[in-house]
């Protein structure tokens, strides 16, 4: 730590924040969007301003079709077909009319540090409760995430977002696994960048991880260990101050280890459950960054459009940054 960076909040601190940082009831007893209730017409007229060369770039992984990545994909071989009348206009294999398919059915996890996904409300509790002090038990294996679901988002998250690359902020190739980022880098970078993140904005946070990851082929900085750079929880106040919409990092967001023997994953946690802010995981910010950099233009409008999957606690997604 710096002597320009502020002390460290305490482990009290961060709990603390659970009530300093709370926007149970801001927007509403029954409200699901969280910090989504930021974007507005006058962000996304912004967002649409960011668009000053025509240039779009995906912020996501690829996934991977095959064994030991998904638990099952399979794919239809091509086959010649026709309509069948009789069958509501499903095509058959009676006859060669020269048409044919190919299909796939595929499962896998989400959540993890593997794909790009995005947090809905309902992904983490505490204490038993979720955002807005709804109960988990509105969370079941039957019915899914009946509060706070990924299709509270069905309008898309769409608005400005600022990529704050804080390996350039250092000097450094990428940050070691388990350095934290604080809200002195977050300022550190709109400086060195000449941006400044507004309320309605969307941040994405760069910690070099995709570099690594481009280079190994592993989602893991370091085999064996989950130590990952990333947001510190001193980040919160300063995230909730300039009214953020929602975050995303090239890790699954929090720094681990966080520094805190009771609370695990304080951006989730506190993030979520407390802010209501809603978290793009695992996001390939590379070739954001090298855009960003050539272009001079570190803000974009950034789209991510949650599929509506129906009482699910999140959703693969591809943010799409347009320059």
């Not at 520094?259 to 802010?277: D, K, Q, R, S």
């Amino acid at each position: 730590m710096t002597s320009d960076q502020a002390p460290l909040p305490t482990q009290d601190d961060v709990l603390g924040y659970f009530d300093s940082l709370s926007n149970w009831g801001r927007w509403g007893d029954d409200d699901q969007l969280g910090t989504l209730n930021h974007i507005n017409a006058e962000s996304r007229l912004r967002a649409a301003a960011a668009v000053r060369h025509g240039i779009s770039v995906s912020c996501a992984w690829e996934v991977q079709v095959g064994p030991g990545v998904l638990e099952r994909a399979t794919h239809a071989v091509p086959r010649v077909a026709e309509l069948s009348q009789d069958a509501g206009g499903i095509p058959t294999e009676a006859h060669d009319h020269g048409w044919g398919f190919s299909a796939e059915s595929l499962t896998f996890t989400f959540h993890g540090g593997a794909y790009t996904h995005v947090d809905s409300l309902s992904h983490i509790f505490w204490n038993g409760t979720m955002y807005n002090g709804r109960g988990a038990d509105l969370v079941d294996p039957n019915d899914g995430a009946t509060w706070g679901a990924v299709t509270a988002a069905a309008d898309g998250m769409v608005t400005r977002g600022i990529l704050l690359d804080i390996p350039a902020v250092r000097g450094v190739d990428a940050l070691e696994p388990g350095e934290p980022v604080v809200p002195a880098d977050l300022e550190a970078a709109e400086r060195r960048q000449n941006v400044r993140v507004q309320p309605g904005d969307a941040v994405l946070l760069r910690t070099g991880h995709g570099r690594r990851r481009h280079a190994t082929g592993s989602e893991w900085a370091q085999e064996g260990s989950y130590q990952q750079a990333g947001w510190h929880a001193a980040c919160l106040p300063w995230l909730r101050e300039r009214d953020v919409a929602y975050i995303g990092a090239d890790t699954a967001q929090d720094v681990n280890p966080s520094g805190y023997a009771e609370i695990f994953m304080p951006v989730h946690a506190v993030g979520l459950v407390a802010m209501g802010l809603w978290l793009v995981d695992n996001c390939d910010l590379e070739a954001c960054a090298s855009t960003a950099a050539r272009l001079k233009q570190w803000d974009f409008q950034l789209s991510v459009c949650p599929v509506r999957f129906a009482g699910t606690s999140g959703s693969p997604v591809n943010p799409i940054a347009t320059f």
